[in-house]
Nanobody
Framework: QLQLVESGGGLVQPGGSLRLSCRASLTIVNFNTVMWLRQAPGKQRELVAS???????DYSNFVKGRFTISRDPAKPTVYLQMNNLKPDDSGVYYCHTENPYDTWGQGTHVTVSS
């Protein structure tokens, strides 16, 4: 059964960096789109970035130029490198795929604060 496990969250000062990891239990994720979403307290969950089965990345406007999504198919893990973090980037970050079926990780907390 496919499972996704996120890690790498934590507390960081504004302007700092974090790298989130989303490790999958099955290599089938290497051929499908994997997304990172986030949810701040009191706000709706929003798409941050995605990487498709051909490793083509896509980003929401609010993270372009700051975040980078990538994949290591051998592990298989999808990463989200987050640079120049802002307080508005705080929230719970989730890894998600819709193929072969709808699967979510448990989330990892990111807090950007001085």
């Amino acid at each position: 059964q496919l499972q996704l496990v996120e890690s790498g969250g934590g507390l960081v000062q504004p302007g700092g960096s974090l790298r989130l990891s989303c490790r999958a239990s099955l290599t089938i994720v290497n051929f499908n789109t994997v997304m990172w979403l986030r949810q701040a307290p009191g706000k709706q969950r929003e798409l941050v970035a995605s990487i498709d089965g051909h490793d083509k990345p896509d980003y929401s406007n609010f993270v372009k130029g700051r975040f980078t999504i990538s994949r290591d198919p051998a592990k298989p893990t999808v990463y989200l490198q987050m640079n120049n973090l802002k307080p508005d980037d705080s929230g719970v970050y989730y890894c998600h795929t819709e193929n072969p079926y709808d699967t979510w990780g448990q989330g990892t907390h990111v807090t950007v604060s001085s």
